[in-house]
């Protein structure tokens, strides 16, 4: 922001400033500074438009006073390359917040995805377990001792035995249903904060955004 002198016989041009017609027509006063205020009632202001307007409002600590600017700030080609320069540092910044976000999003997916994998694993492997497979053997063991008429200590009782073992019992089954549950109520969890999280991206926090960047 550019310092102004109220002695109108130094006031300070910077050199690369605009050669415009910069003077107040009501005073014939060099203007000095832009009311950016949303409505505002005179938007160019020399010194003496400045202190009439002071005396109008009254209440020199209201918001008007932040909203005047030098004119050499707003009005000018430096003004313009200034927003440039601003504009593209907030354009990098924009896609330097996005590639932030998308790597952490993804590894979130990576994780839910290994997730996926184990839970997949685990079941398949209570599937195969479960199958009938071992039933057989055991039915064709079975088989074999009615034959005999009788069970004896030996291979064919400890096959029966192990594969009898190796079916998967009802109590593993219930370990899994909890899993099923907490994983679930997890997943609910997580499943809510993404909804909150997608609501604030994709619905009206522009108002929020715009107070943070006047
Ligand atoms: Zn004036």
Redesign the pocket.
């Known amino acids: 922001m550019i310092e102004y002198d109220t002695d109108e016989e130094e006031i300070f041009i910077p050199a690369e400033f605009d050669k415009l017609p910069l003077v ?1 027509k ?2 014939k ?1 060099r203007l000095a500074s832009v009311d950016l205020s949303k409505n505002s009632y005179r938007r160019l ?2 010194f ?2 400045m202190k009439e307007e002071n005396e109008r409002i009254r209440n020199p600590m209201s918001n008007f006073l932040k909203n005047r600017y030098s004119i050499e700030d707003v009005i000018s080609s430096k003004a313009i390359e200034d927003t440039r320069a601003k504009t593209i540092a907030y354009q990098e910044k924009a896609m330097q917040i996005y590639t932030d976000l998308e790597r952490r999003i993804n590894t979130l997916i990576d994780i839910l995805n290994g997730l996926k994998y184990d839970i997949q694993k685990k079941v398949e492997k209570f599937i195969i377990k479960s199958s009938n497979s071992h039933l057989d053997a055991m039915i064709t063991i079975l088989a074999k001792f009615q034959g005999e008429k009788a069970v004896d200590e030996g291979e064919n009782l400890e096959k029966y035995i192990k594969h009898f073992l190796a079916i998967e019992k009802e109590s593993e089954l219930k370990v899994m249903k909890a899993m099923h549950r907490e994983t679930m109520f997890d997943l609910n969890a997580l499943h809510n904060s993404l909804n909150s999280l997608q609501n604030n991206w994709r619905f009206n926090k522009s108002n929020t955004f715009s107070n943070l960047f006047p």
């Open positions: 107040c009501r005073h006063k202001l020399c003496e438009c």
